[in-house]
């Protein structure tokens, strides 16, 4: 099947530095979108991105779709205990046969030291 | 609002019984997804479902997994004759339309265990 190689596994990182991970497929994505899981919950959607090129932001967040729709990259800048926990790329394959469909990457674990 | 609601959140079974995991789209939701996460691992992909339609089980075991979405109640997941292998976190999402976008939410996710 699919698949997409998130980077890096896991960050330790100290409270107020930046954090960048990224996702990369041998395939072409339709959407990439980015979410956080706490534990024990559900994945909660940060960014979705649905075209090649685009720079979206939420808050502190920045996600961008890349060019040759292979690719995604997700910054959070100014890092707080809260941001702590699993983050996951996501996307639907060009061609597949639903856009219900999502790919996700193995996860991204974020631990921010106060 | 109520969001997706999942239920059991928790769920123990014996090798040999069944579990039935419930999905309770958000109102005015009418597709509904299942994903299975394994321990330490991203979500697969099982099943996509419109009421009364299965749209795409590419994703679904052939034996012993099952899905509904009927007219009436919530979206059914049934596993039969569960094995230590089955167990994993059990997601599903909904949304408005057939697309995993801003619109679509994940449950809580049931926990299914087996002894």
């Known amino acids: 099947g699919q698949q997409l190689n998130q980077s890096p596994q896991s960050m330790f990182i100290q409270e107020g530095e930046d954090v960048s991970m990224n996702c990369t497929s041998s395939?072409?994505?339709?959407?990439w979108l980015w979410y956080k899981q706490d534990p024990g919950e559900g994945p909660v959607l940060l960014i979705a991105?649905?075209?090649?090129?685009e720079l979206t932001s939420n808050g502190r967040l920045t996600a961008q779709f890349g060019i040759t729709r292979k690719d995604s990259f997700l910054n959070i800048s100014a890092s707080i205990p809260s941001d702590v926990g699993i983050y996951f790329c996501?996307?639907?394959?060009?061609?597949?046969?639903?856009?219900?469909?999502?790919?996700f990457g193995q996860g991204t674990i974020l631990t921010v030291h106060p | 609002n109520a969001g997706v609601m999942q239920n059991p959140r928790h769920l123990v079974r014996r090798r040999g019984q069944e579990a039935r995991l419930r999905c309770s789209p958000m109102?005015?939701?009418?597709?509904v997804y299942w994903y299975r996460q394994l321990p330490e691992e991203g979500l697969k992909f099982m099943v996509y479902?419109?009421?009364?339609?299965?749209?795409?089980e590419s994703g679904m075991p052939k034996e012993r997994f099952s899905a509904e979405f009927p007219k009436e109640g919530p979206s059914i997941l049934r596993i039969q004759q569960v094995v230590r292998g089955d167990s994993a976190a059990y997601f599903c999402a909904s949304s408005p339309q057939g697309i995993m976008n801003t619109e679509a939410f994940f449950g809580q996710g049931t926990r299914l265990t087996v002894v």
């Open positions: 395939s072409i994505f339709n959407t």
């Open positions: 479902l419109q009421k009364e339609n299965i749209i795409d």
């Open positions: 991105l649905y075209k090649a090129g």
């Open positions: 109102k005015g939701h009418s597709h």
């Open positions: 996501a996307g639907t394959v060009a061609g597949g046969t639903s856009y219900g469909k999502l790919t």
